[in-house]
Nanobody, 126 residues
Framework: QVQLVESGGGLVQAGGSLRVSCTAS????????LAWFRQRAGEEREFVTG???????TSYVDSVKGRFLISRDNSNTVSLQMSDLIPEDTAVYYC????????????????????WGQGTQVTVSS
């Protein structure tokens, strides 16, 4: 089994920056792709960004391109650096991981991810 724990959420003003991290534990050797999804109040959970475990392939939803950066910090931690935040970025951010290889074009598919964290709240005030 794999456990994912998010950290680093909080409250920030529009235009500010925030970094959230996801730390994996357990059988991390089986992991292939790690992604961030977010869920705004009353909406469906949506894909934000993903990275393969080697750190050689990434994908971003159009709305965060140029503002968000996903990176692999060490063997068990992946971070999301968020800049130029806008109120629409307010959501619960979830870390997700897959134990199978996923084509980059399919990083956005929720069904591909077996492991999920509990989420961390990010609130951007206007």
């Amino acid at each position: 089994q794999v456990q994912l724990v998010e950290s680093g959420g909080g409250l920030v003003q529009a235009g500010g920056s925030l970094r959230v991290s996801c730390t994996a534990s357990g059988r991390t050797s089986v992991l292939n792709v790690l992604a961030w999804f977010r869920q705004r109040a009353g909406e469906e959970r949506e894909f934000v960004t993903g990275i393969n475990w080697k750190g050689t392939s990434t994908s971003y939803v159009d709305s965060v391109k140029g503002r968000f950066l996903i990176s692999r910090d060490n063997s068990n931690t992946v971070s999301l650096q968020m800049s130029d935040l806008i109120p629409e970025d307010t959501a619960v951010y979830y870390c997700a991981a897959s134990s199978v290889s996923i084509p980059t074009s399919q990083y956005s598919a929720r069904i591909r991810y077996r492991y999920w964290g509990q989420g961390t709240q990010v609130t951007v005030s206007s």
